[in-house]
């Protein structure tokens, strides 16, 4: 694969039937075939609670797959600071980097990771929801900790942070800290251009970036026509529908392709969903990788990193493969015209 790097983040979604054993198994797969394609990266979500997804400790799981690869990084998209204590963190991607030299990144989230109150309260010992002010503490601690040479005693290498952000004020402490992003442009896309720009704008050299760098990251479901597209992308809308729909303490389960299809979205949700639908990355190969150009030329960004929760495994391998393939392609084809 050539041209603009391209990576993934993975949810771990269990499929209606099967357990988070049988979801997290299929990860392991499906990083192996990201590997197999050239992909820069592949990051774990931290999710709670929740019946459909099974990335619920990133550090554990980045561990299994860095031991199953050997070039692709592996990190956490995020972990998520508020949760956890940093030394702990600290501790944690310390000895990944350790194990792994020059593979593993630190990818630090703000969001609960869940929907359940009592979960939140259970992860922060019962304190209250984390401020600004506490985020930012917590983040300049982590990174103080993991370049102090403290965490682990000896010459060890640094797992590299980045800092996860969906709203300008997650873009300024990054600007701030000089700590290149990952925009969360498939949760937020309406918040994407502020971000882009208040980072930029801000942005101040440090010693992990000279200059600002920008993963955007896309929900991207690709099949080899635009109906089967459709059809593989229906389970998490009706799940995004669902829990927009319910006062849930906790998400609903991914339906299957067939039970997603009979599912009725209120016009009123269906038509917020539609809005955010408008701006990813869906269908067969041409219009994906159409709409993926589109989206890095117009955001500018140095990285794509595609979000694709799809009921089945081997398809969401398939998707990645279609991608990558077809970004090459596109690269090659640009190639000829400019020689």
């Known amino acids: 694969m050539t041209g603009m790097p391209l990576s993934a983040l993975e949810l771990a979604l269990v499929e209606s039937g099967r357990s988070a054993a049988d979801a997290l198994g299929q990860v392991a797969e499906v990083a192996r075939r990201l590997e197999d394609l050239g992909c820069q990266r592949i990051w774990i979500a931290e999710h709670h609670g929740s019946p459909a997804i099974a990335t619920a400790s990133p550090p554990v799981l980045a561990a299994h797959l860095a031991a199953l690869t050997s070039t692709i990084r ?36 703000r969001g609960p990771g869940t929907l359940d109150q009592a979960i939140v309260r259970a992860l922060r010992r019962g304190a209250e929801p984390a401020t600004d002010a506490d ?26 942070p980045w800092l996860l952000c969906s ?3 997650g ?12 925009v969360a442009h498939h949760l937020r896309p309406q918040n ?32 080899d026509t635009d109906a089967e597209a459709a059809v593989l992308a229906r389970p998490s809308y009706v799940l995004r529908a669902r829990i927009l729909a319910t006062d849930s303490h906790g998400e609903p389960e991914l339906l299957p392709p067939a039970e997603a299809a009979d599912y009725v979205v209120p016009p009123e949700i269906a038509e917020q969903l539609d809005r955010r639908s408008a701006q990813q990355a869906y269908g067969g190969p041409d219009r994906v990788i159409r709409a993926l150009t589109d989206l890095a030329a117009g955001t ?37 015209v400019v020689s």
């Open 167 to 169: 709203s300008a004020a």
């Open 300 to 336: 500018d960004a140095d990285e794509l990193m595609l979000v694709t929760p799809v009921y089945d495994a081997a398809a969401r391998a398939r998707s990645y493969e279609l991608v990558a393939k077809g970004l090459a392609g596109a690269d090659a084809g640009r190639h000829e």
């Open 171 to 182: 873009a300024a402490l990054a600007a701030e800290l000089g700590l290149p992003i990952g």
């Open 74 to 109: 592996i990190g956490s998209g995020g972990v998520m600071a508020p949760n956890h204590a940093p030394y702990a963190v600290a501790e944690q991607f310390a000895t990944l980097a350790a194990l792994h030299p020059g593979r593993i990144d630190i990818g630090i989230g």
């Open 135 to 160: 985020y930012r503490a917590d983040v300049t601690e982590l990174l103080g900790l993991i370049t102090s040479g403290r965490v682990l005693p000896g010459d060890v290498p640094m797992p590299e």
């Open 192 to 223: 994407t251009t502020e971000v882009l720009e208040r980072y930029r704008a801000d942005f101040r050299p440090s010693r992990w970036r000279d200059r600002p760098y920008v993963i955007l990251s896309v929900e991207t479901v690709c099949a």
